[in-house]
């Protein structure tokens, strides 16, 4: 039972800065990793940034230095700092919540339903 909501998409110019949030619900889920991911028209759906419980973060070569993936102090929501904003950011970002059920321990993953970033050159 876990519910994860994207927001903070907007319209912004090169260079500009939008902040992105994700928030996971639920009772039956014990996050290990959360992350965005991004897809453009046309193209495959790629990771931007990752965190993982401990704090273990990872990035796309073409958001490092300017892109910044940080959790709340629950682990339940995580954040995106975008910083000095390219046109080809432009894309739909979604989250990722993995996890594991605590009835089972099985692995689990939900998408939000992603929140539209678009950068004017």
């Known amino acids: 039972h876990v519910q994860v909501v994207e927001s903070g998409g907007g319209l912004v110019q090169a260079g500009g800065s939008l902040r992105l949030s994700c928030e996971a619900s639920g009772t039956d889920l014990a996050i290990n990793v959360m992350g965005w991911y991004r897809q453009a028209p046309g193209k495959q759906r790629e990771l931007v940034a990752a965190i993982g419980r401990r704090g273990t973060t990872n990035y796309a070569d073409s958001v490092k230095g300017r892109f910044t993936i940080t959790p709340d102090s629950a682990k339940t929501a995580v954040y995106l700092q975008m910083n000095s904003l390219k046109p080809e950011d432009t894309a739909v970002y979604y989250c990722?919540?993995?996890?594991?059920?605590?009835?089972?321990?099985?692995?689990?993953?939900?998408w939000g339903q992603g929140t539209q970033v678009t950068v004017s050159s």
């Open positions: 990722k919540v993995t996890g594991e059920r605590y009835t089972d321990d099985s692995s689990r993953t939900f």
